[in-house]
């Protein structure tokens, strides 16, 4: 009866999960959608703590206060600029829970309990079975998230090929199933199926590499999806392992909707899962070396300010520069100041400006840029050509002409913003570096285009002076 | 129907409505609906929950203490960093 009663308040936490995912898709009642899945989650460890009745508390109430403090501590000293490398490493923390749980389970009820039987006997085929599951995807997520914030840190660089990169994963997984499948249904003696384990985790931990190394940090965004609706699935498997439905329906439903949530950043830049998974992205295309680029045209913040000093309509293309120098507020200062002049000033949004699809809303918000000002590529970009000048502030990829022009290009079909079309673009960059793509960009050496060369924010700051 | 059976229609249907859930969702709402459903994915900590019960301080209840810390981590911090990127866009409604 107990149990029952707590079954179905259980249903409440997963109306709570689903309302609250629903509600976080709308920009109105996403923060709210946000306290609601924090809710469900409370419940659903409340009811776990009610429903174990007494039991000893000490390293319960031990890891819960370190894991909260942690992911505190996390929080408040993460930058705007780093919240996509924060999300990739909590979301590494969860693969990797969600294996660990799994390998708990494997010692508690096979290593320990002493009996030489198999795990398939000593727990159930199914537990038996997606504990492997668990431990192979969950470690998977856990090492090709830390990859992948590395990468976004840039502490990781280039995309090296793994030569038949293809073969080596499904080897690896093939491998990894088999080694699980003789662990738990094969093997008797716990001390050798504990270490067939182990080689499950080694070979996961090693796909994780394999699968996200080769993939240029451009792509990351997407890939941290697909780790995250993986994430999703490890939790579902401990679901089954544990024989807990909530487990598997939350984890299930991250699973479902990060897929869609990735497969709508593919769309976004006109790209299929596949053709990012393989990886390489840019490192066939000619490299953008400065040395490749003949008539750039150079200014300062002063002269600048004199052409925009005259412009009616400024559009302003934030990209990742604008976030890592932390120029957000320097940008809306400069908004500001050309308002205060009578000209209509907008902010053009890509939808993979930055290094995750939002990023720069993110980053904006934080100077408090008011929404409106925000218009999303498609609303604003037949507007670019009655615009008198565009500022774009460290973008590269995104108004890369490449895209349209060159069939060849590794961005070619992608949308971009048509920035070329207004009267006078100003590019503020710290130099001619190519962006993730690796590839030169013409826009740069277009008439109308006049490079400022120098940290984001200190030119803004320059050209805010200027203009009031 | 037995267990397994009921988890199976659990997992299948689960699938669909995490499907359709998400449609149609503004770019502005990737990042923070990507950490959202991230923090949701440590749900996991329940499971972490069940497996420390215990004071001897065996290799399953370590595991289970160390799944139980990131698992924490992953759903205060995931829930926190989510609500710190929604704070800045409510702001100016």
New interface residues.
């Given amino acids: 009866m107990g149990a029952d009663v707590l079954a179905l308040v259980a249903l409440g936490s997963v109306a709570l999960f689903v309302v609250g995912l629903k509600r976080l898709s709308r920009i109105r009642t996403a923060r709210s959608g946000n306290a609601l899945m924090a809710a469900g989650m409370l419940l659903a460890v409340v009811l776990t703590l009610i429903e174990q009745g007494l039991v000893d508390y000490r390293w319960i109430a031990g890891g819960l206060a370190v894991g909260a403090a942690g992911g505190v501590a996390i929080v408040l000293r993460a930058k705007a600029t780093a919240m996509p490398e924060i999300v990739a490493r909590f979301n590494g923390f969860g693969g990797a829970a969600s294996a660990l749980v799994a390998l708990s389970l494997f010692w508690r009820h096979v290593v320990e309990s002493g009996d030489a039987v198999t795990a398939s006997a000593a727990l159930g085929a199914t537990s038996a079975a997606t504990l492997v599951l668990s431990v192979l995807i969950g470690a998977t997520t856990f090492s090709g998230s830390i990859i992948a914030e590395l990468k976004l840190r840039g502490v990781l660089k280039g995309q090296p090929t793994i030569p038949v990169r293809g073969g080596v994963m499904g080897l690896l997984v093939l491998g990894g199933l088999a080694l699980g499948g003789v662990a738990v249904l094969g093997v008797e003696d716990p001390t050798l199926a504990a270490g067939l384990v182990v080689g499950v985790l080694a070979v996961s931990l090693l796909t994780g590499l394999v699968l996200v190394t080769p993939i240029g940090g451009a792509d990351m965004p997407v890939v941290i999806s697909l780790l995250n609706s993986l994430s999703g699935l490890a939790a579902a498997a401990t679901g089954f392992a544990l024989a807990n439905n909530l487990l598997i329906i939350a984890g299930t439903i991250v699973g479902a909707a990060g897929l869609i949530l990735t497969q709508i950043m593919c769309a976004a830049m006109n790209r299929s899962l596949v053709n990012v998974m393989v990886g390489g992205y840019g490192t066939d295309a000619p490299s953008g070396d400065a040395a490749e680029y003949e008539s750039i045209v150079s200014a300062d913040a002063e002269e600048a300010a004199m052409v925009l000093e005259a412009a009616q309509s400024v559009i302003i293309v934030p990209g990742y520069g604008l976030a890592a120098a932390r120029a957000q507020n320097a940008a809306y200062d400069v908004a500001k100041a050309l308002e205060a002049r009578g000209a209509t000033v907008r902010f053009a949004i890509h939808p993979v400006a930055g290094r995750m699809p939002g990023h720069m809303n993110v980053v904006l918000a934080e100077a408090e840029v008011p929404y409106d000002l925000l218009y999303e590529m498609d609303e604003i970009n037949q507007d670019f050509s009655q615009t008198d000048a565009v500022i774009v502030v460290g973008a590269n990829d995104v108004v890369n002409p490449a895209a349209n022009t060159e069939p060849g290009s590794p961005i070619a079909g992608m949308p971009i913003l048509e920035v070329g079309k207004a009267r006078r673009v100003f590019v503020i960059k710290r130099s001619l570096a190519p962006g993730y793509a690796g590839i030169k960009n013409a826009l740069f050496e277009a008439d109308q285009t006049v490079m400022l060369f120098g940290d984001a924010k200190a030119v803004l700051d320059g050209l805010a002076s200027e203009l009031s | 129907m037995g ?2 059976l ?2 199976v229609y ?2 299948v249907l ?6 359709e ?35 001897d301080p ?4 370590l ?31």
């Fill in positions: 267990t397994l009921v988890s659990v997992f689960a699938a669909f409505l995490g499907f859930l998400i449609n149609k969702v503004p770019p502005t709402l990737h990042t923070p609906l990507m950490s959202g459903a991230n923090a949701m994915s440590g749900v996991t900590i329940i499971g972490a929950l069940s497996l420390v019960t215990v004071a065996d290799a399953s209840v595991l289970g203490t160390a799944a139980l810390v990131l698992a924490t981590v992953n759903v205060v911090g995931g829930f926190l960093v989510t609500d710190r990127m929604l704070s800045t866009f409510s702001r100016r409604n």
